[in-house]
Nanobody, 125 residues
Framework: QVQLVESGGGLVQAGGSLRLSCAAP????????MAWFRQAPGVGREFVAA????????WYGNFARGRFTISRDNARDTLFLEMKNLKPEDTAIYYC??????????????????WGQGTQVTVAS
């Protein structure tokens, strides 16, 4: 199973920005929808954003729309999440995810089979 490796998390002040990366070596998922989810303590896994294999179509959770941007660079086998105007409520572990099927419901965590280990994002007020 191809591993997904997230990076780029950290501690940031409210209003700040972070860029998360998810490496998926070997190009295994270049044709597949990929997504970001997040999980805060005591809360279920929450959909953040997803993107088609060709990068032409994206989906966002309501809280992410206008502040977060998902993108991918298939030449580098990497998925990105650009986060701006971060708020304390964005504090969570952020995970990237990939499916094993081409046709999925992109906002549903159950549709994804491979997950990274997560990267912690902490937003201080």
């Amino acid at each position: 199973q191809v591993q997904l490796v997230e990076s780029g998390g950290g501690l940031v002040q409210a209003g700040g920005s972070l860029r998360l990366s998810c490496a998926a070596p070997g190009g295994r998922y270049n044709r597949y929808i990929m997504a970001w989810f997040r999980q805060a303590p005591g809360v279920g896994r929450e959909f953040v954003a997803a993107i088609t294999g060709d990068g032409r179509t994206t989906w966002y959770g309501n809280f992410a729309r206008g502040r977060f941007t998902i993108s991918r660079d298939n030449a580098r086998d990497t998925l990105f999440l650009e986060m701006k105007n971060l708020k304390p409520e964005d504090t969570a572990i952020y995970y990237c995810a990939a499916p094993t099927r081409l046709q999925i419901v992109p906002t549903s965590s159950g549709q994804y089979d491979t997950w990274g280990q997560g990267t912690q994002v902490t937003v201080a007020s």
